[in-house]
C-alpha cells in the first residue's frame, strides 16, 4: 500500500483508528473457546464489526507465537482475512524486529512478502544495517520505535545523547537510511508533550501512537501537537476496544468504543 | 538450565561453542529439499555431528518464520530433537525480542514454555519493564543485546551518554533489574579491545559472542579480554559451520569446522 492510499482511506473514513489485535485466549469470550480456532474466530468478529471504522489492524505476533504453530495459523488467517476482505486497511505486524543484515531480510521476507503485511514494526538499537533491509521493500512500510509508551521508555530513551535525547538521535540519524520514505515511528501517547519537538524532525512522517485508553493517553492531547497536513497519526486502542465486552455481545461492544473513538476523530478532523 | 549446570558442560567439553542454526533453504545441500522438511533434516544431522563439540545451538527465529507455518514446524522439532536427546545442550532462542510488560510475557511464554528454550535474545530500547517478564523465569536466561558485531553498532550503541558509552549504560542499568543474575549479554567479537571495558562493569556474566569467524572477529583476542573464572564466553559460529560444505558431505565437514573451533578452545582453557 502506497501512502497516498493510507491518507485516502483516512480521509474518506473520517478516521485514524488502528486496533490493535492482541489476542489472549485468557481474556476473550468464554464461548469462542468450544471453536476450533478461537483467536481467528475472535478476530473475524472484531474485524467484521469495526472495518468500516478502523483504518488499520495491527495483531501483536508475541500473542500469535505464545500459542506455537496453531498461533501462527491464527495469525496468517486472520492477515489473509483482512487482505482478501478489505484490501483497503492498512496491516501492521508489531513484531519488534531487528537484527544483522541478512536475519532482518528473513524477518522482511517472513512478514512482507510470506505473510503479505503493509508494515512491520522494528526497534533500533542496531543501527542502520538492521533496518535498511526492511525498507528495500516497495509500498511496505517500516515502523521504528523512537518514544515508547511504557515506563522503561525513560531507562534509555531519554537519556541525552550529545546534548540531545536518544530518541531524538535515533529519528534525525534514521532520515538519512536509504529509502527512509518508507519509515513511520512509534511514539507513545502517554507522552504527549513530546510530538512538538518530534514534529520538528519528522514533520511529514506517520507516526503510529500506541497508549490511548489503556495506557493513560489523551487523543486530543496527541492530535494537538501530533498531527500534519496528512493527519500523519494512526493511533492504536487494543484492550480497550477488543475486550470491550468479554459476553457473546463482545463484536457489538468493540464497535461501540471503536465508533466511540471514530466519532471523536471525526470532530478533530474537522 | 541453571548457568553452573552451562558451566559444568564448558568443562567437560572443553568447549564453549555455540552453533548458530541459521538455515537458508538456498543454502543447504540441494539433495535435502526432496525430504519433507529439509531445515530440520538439516540441522538434526548437523547436531548428531557436532553435539560432542559445541555446548549451544542458536536457531535465528528470524529463518524460520520466513517459511511460515511449515517453518515455525521445523523449529519446534529442532528444539525438541535437542531436549529430547541432548539435554545438557544450552539452547538459545535467537529472537532479539521486546515489548511493553503484558507482550513481552507473552513472548517469553512462546520461547521458555511452550518451545523450552532455556534461554532468549532481547532487545534493550524499550527499557526495564520490557525485559523483567523474561527474567522472572527461574534457571532460564535472558541474553540482551548489548554491543553487536554489526556496522551498525556504532549508529546508537556507542553514543556519548552522560560520558558514557550507551552500551556501557545498558549494562550497567541493566544490573539494577529484578533477577538480574538470569541475565546475559551479546557482545560481538569484532569488538574484541572493548571486553575489557565490558568485563569491569559485568565481571561474572556470560557473554554470547557473535562475529568470529564470517564477520571477522578473532577467538583469541576475544578470549583474551573476555573470558573470566567460569569462562563466561559462549563463541557463536554459524555460517562458517554449518555451511562448511554444500555436499552430502555437509555434515562430515561441519564436524571437521567444530572441531578445529573446540580444539583451539582447549588449547585457550588449558
Partial sequence: MTTQQLIDQIKNKKSFLCVGLDV????????????????????????????????SYKPNTAFYEAY??????????TINYINENHPDIFTIADAKRGDIGNTSSMYAKAFFEDLNFDSITVAPYMGKDSV?????????????????SNEGAFDFQTLNVDGTELYKQVLE???????SENLMYVVGATKAEYFTEIRKIVPDSFLLVPGVGA?????????????????GLLINSSRAIIYASNGTDFAEKAREE???MQHEMEEILK
Fill in 24 to 55: 489472549d485466549l485468557n481474556k476473550i469470550p468464554q464461548h469462542l473457546l468450544a471453536l476450533e480456532d478461537p483467536i481467528f474466530e475472535f478476530n473475524k468478529a472484531i474485524i467484521d464489526a469495526t472495518h468500516d471504522l478502523a483504518v
Fill in 68 to 77: 506455537g504453530i496453531k498461533g501462527w495459523q491464527s495469525l496468517e488467517k
Fill in 132 to 148: 535498511e533491509p526492511f525498507l528495500a521493500f516497495e509500498n511496505k512500510h517500516t515502523i521504528m520505535l523512537a518514544l515508547t
Fill in 173 to 179: 540519524t534514521s532520515k538519512n537510511w536509504k529509502n
Fill in 215 to 231: 495506557q493513560g493517553g489523551s487523543l486530543s492531547e496527541v492530535c494537538k501537537y501530533g498531527m500534519n497536513a496528512n493527519v
Fill in 258 to 260: 471503536a465508533l466511540k
